[in-house]
């Protein structure tokens, strides 16, 4: 499947899994979303409400605080009543997705499956008014980014059509970095030449801003995000969440992710962190301790 990480032959079955299986299960949003108030970029859209199926990247807009959803049939967010609603009218496979600043992001992926014209990989696409348009920045057919992030003003991004760490400072040239099969990156914030690479060995570290890396040890992560140099959360297949204080190099488990295998991790703040399983889209605010369920996410085979 084309829009889905893949590992190489050897992998463990369990991280294979997450490449190939999509959600299998429904249910209804445990609340309404007190956050967002149904006006700006949802609030033209509810309309357009529809089910979300796999999760490819979470984060919140700085702008006002607003949930954003990439996923195999769009970009989303959440509407009145905390249901979900697709932003603008792309129905692309988004991939790697970040919000780099106030309604700012950047993503990565393919066209919508009825899409009659266009490149089959999307490079490095831009959105400046919240994911309701995009416009391309760099490597339009060739590259698909599965993890992207930006650090110390650098962009990060592993593109999976060459198993390539690739690093940009302006989002249009790139300076290709070590060739690594990953699933997921994350840069130190406070350290860009540190970047860690989920594998199916286990975490693999670079200290040298990616273009070496260290044999993967474990524990093995399926996402990692990183929030502050000494918040680092690590996300296993089945949901365990965990968090590092150095680097990666010891972790401990705050707490579990309902809803079954791991899809997506992002972690705003050192306490506050989103996380995506196979029926849903969940939320802390304790670190990982407790859980609300913001979104859900419906079944489908995200081909």
């Known amino acids: 499947m084309n829009a889905m990480r893949k590992w190489p032959i050897g992998a463990t079955a369990v991280l294979a899994l997450i490449l190939t299986a999509c959600s299998t299960n429904t249910g209804p949003t445990d609340k309404a979303d007190h956050t967002d108030t149904g006006k700006g970029a949802a609030a033209d859209h509810d309309a357009h409400a529809t089910p979300i199926r796999h999760v490819h990247g979470l984060g919140i807009d700085p702008a006002d605080q607003r949930l954003y959803v990439a996923s195999h049939d769009g970009l989303f967010t959440t509407g009145k009543g905390g249901t979900a609603v697709r932003v603008g ?126 044999a993967g040890r474990q524990p093995a992560m399926a996402f990692v995000s990183w929030a502050t140099p000494d918040a680092l959360y690590g996300l296993d297949d089945w949901g365990g969440l965990h968090r590092s204080n150095d680097e990666g190099t010891t972790w401990h488990k705050t707490g579990t992710v309902p809803g079954g295998q791991a899809q997506a991790l992002t972690a ?36």
Request: proline content about 3%; hydrophobic content about 35%; overall charge negative.
């Open 89 to 214: 009218d792309s129905e692309d496979d988004f991939m790697g997705f970040t919000v780099v600043g106030a309604k700012t992001f950047l993503a990565s992926g393919h066209p919508a499956p009825d899409a009659t014209a266009g490149q089959a990989n999307h490079g490095l696409i831009e959105s400046t008014d919240a994911g309701k348009t995009w416009k391309p920045r760099s490597l339009g057919g060739e590259a698909d980014f599965h993890a992207l992030e930006l650090a110390q003003g650098a962009i990060y991004g592993y593109d999976s059509t060459s198993a390539l760490l690739r690093v940009s400072k302006d989002g249009a040239t790139w300076d290709d970095r070590a060739r690594i099969q990953a699933l997921d990156i994350a840069v130190s914030p406070g350290d860009p030449d540190t970047v860690l690479a989920t594998t199916a060995d286990g975490l693999a570290k670079s200290t040298d801003g990616g273009t070496t890396f260290a």
């Open 268 to 303: 705003v703040t050192d306490r506050r962190v989103l996380a995506a399983g196979q029926d849903g889209v969940y939320e802390s605010t304790d670190g990982g301790k407790s859980f609300t369920k913001r979104l859900a996410v419906a079944s489908g085979d995200a081909h």
